[in-house]
């Protein structure tokens, strides 16, 4: 596809260098083509063309570029994923257990009370 991007915008190129070729050098070449005269009917039939090959290099233009952008995001998530594989295996996860947190013991803490002591 990019490949025929490049012929449309060539042959475009070309299109409108020929017709500007011929409308300068009018006088010598209108009469090889029949024409005596540029009226408007046949400028508005050259232009119509060379809007349609335009829009045609441009729709192609624009499909080429996003199928690129798209290649070019999914390869960057490809590359991200592989950085995070390789952050992963230079350090690896390390297991720490939970260790219960040092509770001062207060007064309402029925654990200080001193022992009870039967009376008998």
Known sequence: MKKFHQILQICLLVYFGA???FFIAFDTLGNLFGMS???SDSMV???LAGLIIFLIT???GYSVTSTLTSKMN???QDMNALKAKIYDYEHP???IKPTTPYKKPTENDPSNL???QNIT
Request: glycine fraction near 4%; charge should be positive; proline fraction near 10%.
């Open 19 to 21: 017709f500007l070729i």
């Open 37 to 39: 005269e540029v009226t």
């Open 45 to 47: 039939k050259i232009m």
């Open 58 to 60: 441009w729709g192609i």
């Open 74 to 76: 999914s390869m960057q």
């Open 93 to 95: 996860k390390t297991i």
């Open 114 to 116: 001193p022992p009870r």
